[in-house]
T-cell receptor, first 112, second 115 residues
Framework: GENVEQHPSTLSVQEGDSAVIKCTYS??????FPWYKQELGKRPQLIID?????GEKKDQRIAVTLNKTAKHFSLHITETQPEDSAVYFC???????????FGKGTRLSVIA | GAVVSQHPSRVICKSGTSVKIECRSL??????MFWYRQFPKQSLMLMAT?????????EQGVEKDKFLINHASLTLSTLTVTSAHPEDSSFYIC???????????FGPGTRLTVT
């Protein structure tokens, strides 16, 4: 089955700097890659996603890149703000009715 | 967007008792729902897939007789933790597929504490 690896497990950046989180997946059939932000005690919140037919997607300060050949995808957050501090999870899935496979998460701390 | 609710949001029970958690899709039908468990500072781990009208499928290592799943209708799935023990204390989250190519809608989660 699918296996998703995520790095780093913790990341501290100064406010205004960029943060990058990387994930790799094992199943070449996976075709949807969402990123979630989770605050303590809350449900995961979808912040951006990318499908396998696209190499890059951007939404304001957040972008995701996908390299299908290498089977890795990355989350980029620019101009980080303290409210970006949270745990971020990547995930992969290969069809609409199958469950998400999550990475282990990255705890991002943005230091003011 | 689609809304998934969960009840209760928080429950404390004594060891040996059973607890039922409900997951509802409020404005759409869900023939499939997923149940995840999340221990502190860990990722979401799939426990089981709930299928309306048929038996749930459980992930390896998840005891089907301990974690009873019933998908009673197209909008309701329930997870019952039977004979709960302190090690079952966790954050339980359900989700339902959105009908697209992978979007899923998460419930708000249930914090279970077994004393």
């Amino acid at each position: 089955g699918e296996n998703v690896e995520q790095h780093p497990s913790t990341l501290s950046v100064q406010e205004g700097d960029s943060a990058v989180i990387k994930c790799t997946y094992s199943d070449s059939a996976s075709n949807y890659f969402p990123w979630y932000k989770q605050e303590l005690g809350k449900r995961p919140q979808l912040i951006i996603d990318i499908r396998s037919n696209v190499g890059e997607k951007k939404d304001q300060r957040i972008a995701v890149t996908l390299n299908k050949t290498a089977k890795h995808f990355s989350l980029h957050i620019t101009e980080t703000q303290p409210e970006d501090s949270a745990v971020y999870f990547c995930a992969a899935i290969h069809s609409g009715n199958t469950p998400l496979v999550f990475g282990k998460g990255t705890r991002l701390s943005v230091i003011a | 967007g689609a809304v998934v609710s969960q009840h209760p949001s928080r429950v404390i029970c004594k060891s040996g008792t059973s607890v039922k958690i409900e997951c509802r899709s409020l404005d759409f039908q869900a023939t499939t729902m997923f149940w995840y468990r999340q221990f502190p500072k860990q990722s979401l781990m799939l426990m089981a897939t709930s299928n309306e009208g048929s038996k749930a499928t459980y992930e390896q290592g998840v005891e089907k007789d301990k974690f009873l799943i019933n998908h009673a209708s197209l909008t309701l799935s329930t997870l019952t933790v039977t004979s709960a023990h302190p090690e079952d204390s966790s954050f339980y989250i359900c989700s339902a597929p959105g009908g697209g190519l992978g979007e899923q809608y998460f419930g708000p989660g249930t914090r279970l504490t077994v004393t």
